[in-house]
């Protein structure tokens, strides 16, 4: 075992490749393990698997360096003093946390650990799962932390610098140790109780979470009334500090947000109601668009183009893209569509200016950059749901 290498458990992912090449940055021997074969081996040839700023340049430096390489090999562990799982933590179709695999993977970790491994938990969890971790692994190693990734999706390598890292543990070595990693690549850490980064991780996008829902709420209230939502925003903030904060609405949607909610909801038995409600109106957006738009057009005899398919701007994800939930609605009810987005590639989208000028609806789904110039008949009937156009 050495004391320099890391090894990243779920390593190929989006929160394990990014971590990993902040670490490998600054001189710590870095090896992703990942069950994605196809992700390890771009990895392995300097190749980023999805967009993450300011990646792709270090990734190809990191591999030429050898300070970072990727394999789907968990033996490979035993070289590693410290082992920092990323797994995903997923919820099933009825929003309560699936966490077999995650909690079934520590069954097949244990085999491999001894006493001297520090082990850190990277993925976001719910209160109680960090001590269900513990007494799998606690009778081949004590050392056991929990430390959440706090990043936004594409901006980790600006942003783990800057963040203050939550470092808690089931004894003092674990933090200690942790923290020493950590305090490589960020400027400050705290330390906090398992429950307490447990609860602030869950908190923290449970909060972004119910605010983005409030606008969404405000957004459909004004629709309702044929009214501009963003011409409302605007004046709510002008002069007014107290609502400066107010934020656009949009497809509140990605791997995590939603995800995160509904965790501290089973944790809180169900009774989170704000998280419940937020969950129901931003699922509830796409839906709640097409409605809308079939009281006043037949929708059968239109043409609606999405612009916009990744969950969030300037990023090549889909996972629960409310853009895809909103395309699918649309295809259930044989309405014709057109797709493009600029990250994201798939067989079917076509280029942006085509899709304006071929649509007689444009709902602007995900507010890439690019569309915030682009040139719309005012014939044509454009939802901008996020207000790009009118915030120029
Ligand atoms: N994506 C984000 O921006 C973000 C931010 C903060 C926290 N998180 C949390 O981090 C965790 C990981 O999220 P992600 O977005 O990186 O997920 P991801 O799906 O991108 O990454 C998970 C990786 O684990 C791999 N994997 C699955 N099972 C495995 C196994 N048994 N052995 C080895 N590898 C395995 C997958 O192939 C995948 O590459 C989640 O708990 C998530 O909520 C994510």
Redesign the pocket.
């Known amino acids: 075992m050495i004391n320099n290498n890391i090894c990243i458990?779920?390593?190929?992912?989006?929160?394990?490749?990014p971590l990993g090449l902040a670490l490998s940055s600054k001189g710590f021997n870095v090896i992703l393990?990942?069950?994605?074969k196809k992700?390890i081996n771009k990895i392995n040839q300097g190749e980023m698997?999805?967009l993450e700023e300011g990646c792709a340049s270090l990734l190809k430096r990191m591999v030429y360096k050898k300070k970072i390489k990727a394999t789907?090999d968990?033996s490979e562990l035993k070289k590693c003093k410290y082992i920092i799982i990323?797994?995903?933590?997923?919820i099933n179709k009825k929003f309560n946390p699936n966490l077999k695999?995650?909690i079934?993977?520590f069954y097949?970790l244990k085999k491999y650990l001894n006493k001297n491994h520090i082990v850190v938990i990277?993925?976001?969890?719910y209160p109680g799962v960090c001590d269900k971790i513990f007494s799998i692994i606690k009778s081949r190693c004590k050392n056991l932390s929990y430390c959440?990734?706090?990043?936004?999706?594409?901006k980790?390598l600006k942003e783990l610098p800057k963040l203050s890292q939550l470092i808690s543990g089931t004894n003092e070595k674990a933090k200690l140790e942790s923290s020493k990693i950590f305090k490589k690549i960020c400027k400050k850490v705290i330390y906090t109780k398992i429950i307490e980064a447990e609860l602030i991780?869950l908190f923290s996008?449970a909060y972004r979470y119910i605010n983005f829902s409030i606008s969404n709420q405000f957004y459909m209230m004004c629709k309702n009334e044929g009214l501009d939502f963003y011409k409302i925003r605007n004046i709510m903030r002008d002069n007014y500090d107290r609502n400066i904060n107010i934020p656009s609405a949009g497809f509140t949607a990605?791997?995590?947000l939603l995800?995160?909610t509904m965790q501290l909801s089973s944790f809180y038995k169900h009774k989170f109601s704000l998280g419940l409600s937020a969950k129901n109106i931003n699922e509830g957006l796409p839906k709640f668009i097409i409605e809308k738009l079939s009281e006043t057009y037949n929708l059968k005899k239109k043409i609606v183009g999405i612009l916009g398919l990744s969950f969030k701007a300037e990023n090549d994800?889909i996972?629960d893209s409310l853009s895809i939930k909103l395309l699918k609605y649309l295809k259930s009810k044989k309405i014709k569509t057109l797709q493009s987005d600029e990250y994201y590639r798939d067989k079917n989208n076509i280029d942006k200016k085509v899709l304006v000028s071929q649509s007689d609806i444009i709902i602007i789904s995900t507010p890439h950059r690019a569309y915030k110039n682009l040139k719309i008949n005012k014939k044509k009937i454009l939802i901008d749901l996020w207000g790009l156009i009118e915030k120029k």
């Open positions: 458990v779920g390593g190929a992912g989006h929160v394990g490749a393990v990942d069950k994605n992700n698997p999805f789907s968990l990323c797994l995903g933590t997923p695999n995650f079934s993977f097949l990277r993925s976001s969890i959440p990734e706090r990043i936004a999706q594409g980790s991780k996008n990605g791997p995590c995800k995160d994800d996972r």
